[in-house]
């Protein structure tokens, strides 16, 4: 005869060893699936409000202005508080291209500033932007140019980057403060407390 502490012993082994039934696998499974609803609910929320607190729309690309039309009206028609900076450029000139790869880099850095771009000689105004004055960064807020830079190539060493671009536009002031990207930092919270 066994005692019944053998027995509780036995019992308890064989709850352990035995395999799980279909509904506690489905209810354990349905509970990490809540989680995971949950916690892609709290990141939705979170992108909600960052954006609310952003304070007007977001753009993260260079938009290519085709006509001078387009470009005043991008100027005229955007919110007062939306910095916009235009590059005025053609292809072939020296510093150019580096400015364009420059400004779609902080394009994506700095998504509540508007970045444009316009040919030219598509501006209806070529005459004013002969091509010994180009690459022309001209920087607009609420309708009215706070800034502009002529040859602004001149600025930097022979070979420029975006950190550059973006350090004389700081030195000036023209730039917001880059954005804290507050959904990586709700990830990496989340995976802690995994």
């Given at each position: 005869?066994?005692?019944?502490?053998?027995?509780?012993?036995?019992?308890?082994?064989?709850?352990?060893?035995?395999?799980?039934?279909?509904?506690?696998?489905?209810?354990?499974?349905?509970?990490?699936?809540?989680?995971?609803?949950?916690?892609?609910?709290?990141?939705?929320?979170?992108?909600?409000?960052?954006?609310?607190?952003?304070f007007g729309p977001r753009y993260g690309f260079v938009y290519e202005l085709e006509t001078g039309e387009q470009f005043l009206e991008t100027i005229e028609k955007e919110l007062k508080i939306t910095t916009i900076v235009v590059h005025i450029y053609e292809d072939g000139i020296k510093g150019c291209d580096a400015l364009n790869s420059s400004l779609t880099c902080l394009a994506a850095e700095y998504p509540i500033v508007k970045f444009c771009k316009i040919k030219a000689s598509n501006t209806g105004a070529g005459d004013r932007f002969s091509l010994d004055v180009l690459p022309t960064l001209l920087i607009y807020k609420g309708g009215e140019l706070i800034s502009n830079f002529i040859s602004v190539a001149e600025q930097f060493a022979e070979e420029f980057f975006a950190g550059d671009v973006e350090s004389f536009l700081n030195e000036y002031g023209l730039l917001p403060e880059r954005e804290v990207h507050a959904l990586e930092h709700t990830k990496i919270e989340e995976e802690d407390v995994e």
């Open positions: 005869m066994s005692s019944p502490q053998s027995r509780n012993g036995k019992d308890s082994k064989e709850r352990v060893s035995r395999k799980m039934s279909i509904q506690e696998y489905e209810l354990i499974h349905k509970e990490k699936e809540d989680e995971n609803c949950l916690r892609k609910y709290r990141r939705q929320c979170m992108q909600d409000m960052h954006q609310k607190l952003s």
